[in-house]
């Protein structure tokens, strides 16, 4: 979907209305039409970009410093004993709404298991896939960011990386 019709790119031009809480030049931030709790809001960058693997590090880095204010206000506001920070990449991760949005939601203590288990359950991997799995993300984590691009345009250190994703598979 491009900007004109995406739903957030119209909420943050103020085409459809929302329940807004923060903007800045670069982000947007409103409250969650479906609340999970009090105060859930959605922060956005203006500029649309559905994944955060397909934004830029200065996108993410403007959408982090809105993330942080909407954090520590939305948890003064509510006097929340804690907060959630979810962000959902992609539809097998949940991701409904194709614009990059970072869900800030008060917790509170009176709510029962915090945890992120509440989501997904503890899965159990030996060892060996556990060093596998780490050597590989941080060979693919290698020269990402020196070119200060979207990870579109892929250095060399990174294309040789991604050769390599291939040589793991977790069976669920
Ligand atoms: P996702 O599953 O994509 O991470 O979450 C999308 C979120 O957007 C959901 O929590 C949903 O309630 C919220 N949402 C969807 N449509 C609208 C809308 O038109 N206005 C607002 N304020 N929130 C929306
Ligand atoms: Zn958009």
Do not use: W
């Not at 500029?47 to 397909?54: L, S």
């Not at 991997?125 to 200060?148: C, H, P, Q, V, Y």
Request: some cysteine; hydrophobic content about 35%.
């Amino acid at each position: 979907m491009d900007e004109k019709q995406c739903l957030f790119c119209r909420i943050a031009r103020g085409e459809i209305p929302s329940k807004k809480v923060y903007e800045d030049s670069e982000s947007f931030a409103f409250l969650d039409i479906n609340p999970r709790n009090p105060g859930h809001v959605l922060v956005i960058p203006k500029k649309h970009v559905v994944t955060i693997t397909e934004a830029s590090e200065e996108d993410v880095s403007s959408l982090a410093k809105a993330l942080r204010r909407v954090a520590i206000a939305a948890q003064k506001a509510t006097n929340a004993d804690g907060l959630s920070i979810l962000q959902n990449n992609g539809h097998a991760a949940g991701q409904i709404v194709a614009h990059l949005h970072f869900h800030v939601i008060p917790r509170f203590s009176s709510e029962g298991p915090p945890s992120l288990e509440a989501v997904l359950q503890v899965k159990k991997f030996d060892e060996e896939s556990m060093n596998r799995i780490a050597s590989l993300i941080s060979e693919n984590a290698k020269g990402i960011g020196e070119t200060a691009k979207p990870n579109t345009e892929k250095t060399e250190k990174e294309s040789a990386a991604e050769g390599k994703k291939e040589e793991i598979s977790f069976e669920f």
